[in-house]
Antibody
């Protein structure tokens, strides 16, 4: 059974940092591209960062470029998102999701972790 | 940009539901549909415009290509109350529609 479990969310002040983690199981993690998708309060979905299976290709949304860093450790089946210089508008539930196939749909998602940026 | 319509729909059980998603430029068939229930993560329903994902009930179907796409729920069940999102993966940035909330009357 495919499972994705996020952790690391919490309350942080504006300008602060947080590191999210996602551990995958039930599939060959090292062969799958991974993503972080967030959902602000009462809002829709936004892909914030993506990383290819080997880590060679990385994408960031303009809204987080220069502040967030996505990485992965295939030996530990782990995906991370280092978030620096956090802003109130980064407040959201952050999901990790894997994408498969040639057309990059998200077939499995984690349960999400809440990030709140507030003083 | 993906634009869904309607934003909200109130439907009686067993009724047919149609949700549309329009892309601002052609995206081929790189369009996918998700269902999200309150306090849950999204779940994939339809991939590549018309292919049902494993385990999804047959009452869910998708159609379309290019710029106009449709998600159809035949004979709505009470457990189908949720928000539905379309998602394009034709070109970066991958984007989602704003969502369509389906309520059961």
């Amino acid at each position: 059974e495919v499972q994705l479990v996020e952790s690391g969310g919490g309350l942080v002040q504006p300008g602060g940092s947080l590191r999210l983690s996602c551990v995958g199981s039930g599939f060959t993690f090292s062969r799958i591209s991974m993503n972080w998708v967030r959902q602000g309060p009462g809002k829709g979905l936004e892909v914030v960062a993506s990383i290819s299976s080997s880590g060679t290709y990385i994408y960031y949304a303009d809204s987080v470029k220069g502040r967030f860093t996505i990485s992965r450790d295939n030996a530990k089946n782990s995906l991370s998102l280092q978030m620096n210089s956090l802003r109130a508008e980064d407040t959201a539930v952050y999901f990790c999701a894997r994408d498969v196939g040639a057309t990059f749909y998200f077939d499995f998602w984690g349960q999400g972790t809440q990030v709140t940026v507030s003083s | 940009v993906l634009t869904q319509s309607p934003d909200f729909q109130s439907v009686t059980p067993k009724e047919k539901v149609t949700i549309t998603c329009r892309a601002s430029q052609s995206i081929g068939s790189s369009l996918h549909w998700y269902q999200q229930k309150p306090d849950q993560s999204p779940k994939l329903l339809i991939k590549d415009a018309s292919q049902s994902f494993s385990g999804v009930p047959s009452r869910f179907s998708g159609s379309g290509s290019g710029t106009d796409f449709t998600l159809t729920i035949n004979s709505l069940e009470p457990e189908d109350a949720a928000t539905y999102y379309c998602h394009q993966s034709s070109s970066l940035p991958w984007t989602f529609g704003q969502g369509t909330k389906v309520e059961i009357k």
